[in-house]
């Protein structure tokens, strides 16, 4: 009985994991989707946004299951919290790069981002797509100094993040009004989805740990 819990847990573990590969690719094809303004991309990320929302389902059925039916205790009850935490984080994930490639597909066929910060974007989905893939490591190999490396990068983003601010803000700003707002948004989506991914490594400190860390400001 316990092993084929345990082999249930790993399985649950493989579901968080795979979600974070399927929001890594979505973030990556939107961010493509952005900067090349490619109408293709952003529909192909639109149309597999439910594909994320069905695993969410899946892995939160598959948890509440485990509860159920195990009564977990001690760390497998802490395993399985914050799977339903992570998963929530991860779906989280997919939403927002569904809005980055809605904004793609609104604007199209015109570019959605101005010459001046294409470079910034380019670099900040390079930024969240490796946390992406980090939290899927995490998951798998439950390595608390790899969770708490994701710090690193969320850092890397927020100063990205912030330095586009500054140019938006910038007194000098030639595109307007409307371009800003667009870029002030999208900035934002991509600072959330770094959060996310923090959020996602904190749980598995917790699971490993039985403590919640105090790094990062995404709200727990």
């Given at each position: 009985?316990?092993?084929?819990?345990?082999?249930?847990?790993?399985e649950?573990?493989?579901e968080?994991?795979?979600?974070?590969?399927?929001?890594?690719?979505?973030?990556?094809?939107?961010?493509?989707?952005?900067l090349d303004?490619?109408?293709?991309?952003?529909?192909q990320?639109?149309?597999?946004?439910?594909?994320?929302?069905?695993?969410?389902?899946?892995?939160e059925?598959?948890?509440?299951?485990?509860?159920?039916?195990?009564?977990?205790?001690?760390?497998?009850?802490?395993?399985?919290?914050?799977a339903?935490?992570?998963?929530?984080?991860?779906?989280?994930?997919?939403d927002?790069?569904l809005?980055?490639?809605?904004?793609?597909?609104?604007?199209?066929?015109?570019?959605?981002l101005?010459?001046?910060?294409?470079?910034?974007?380019?670099?900040?989905?390079?930024?969240a797509?490796?946390?992406?893939h980090?939290?899927?490591n995490?998951?798998?190999?439950?390595?608390?100094?790899k969770?708490?490396s994701?710090?690193?990068?969320?850092?890397?983003?927020?100063?990205?993040?912030?330095?586009?601010f500054?140019?938006?803000m910038?007194?000098?700003?030639?595109?307007?009004?409307?371009?800003?707002?667009?870029?002030?948004?999208?900035g934002?989506?991509?600072?959330?989805?770094?959060?996310?991914?923090v959020?996602v490594a904190?749980?598995?400190?917790?699971?490993?740990?039985?403590?919640?860390?105090?790094?990062?400001?995404?709200?727990?």
């Amino acid at each position: 009985m316990r092993e084929a819990y345990q082999v249930e847990l790993g399985e649950l573990a493989e579901e968080l994991a795979n979600m974070c590969a399927m929001a890594a690719t979505a973030m990556e094809l939107a961010t493509r989707a952005l900067l090349d303004a490619d109408l293709g991309l952003a529909e192909q990320v639109i149309g597999d946004d439910a594909k994320i929302d069905d695993a969410r389902s899946s892995c939160e059925e598959h948890a509440y299951a485990l509860l159920a039916l195990q009564a977990p205790v001690a760390t497998d009850l802490r395993t399985v919290l914050a799977a339903i935490h992570a998963a929530e984080s991860l779906e989280r994930m997919g939403d927002l790069a569904l809005h980055v490639a809605k904004a793609a597909r609104r604007r199209h066929p015109k570019p959605v981002l101005p010459e001046q910060v294409r470079p910034n974007f380019s670099e900040m989905g390079r930024v969240a797509v490796d946390l992406a893939h980090q939290a899927e490591n995490v998951i798998l190999e439950k390595d608390i100094e790899k969770a708490r490396s994701l710090e690193e990068a969320d850092d890397e983003m927020d100063d990205l993040h912030r330095h586009l601010f500054s140019v938006i803000m910038d007194k000098d700003w030639p595109y307007g009004v409307a371009s800003a707002v667009d870029v002030t948004l999208l900035g934002r989506f991509y600072e959330r989805y770094a959060d996310h991914a923090v959020s996602v490594a904190k749980r598995v400190v917790f699971v490993v740990t039985g403590r919640m860390p105090g790094y990062g400001t995404d709200e727990l």
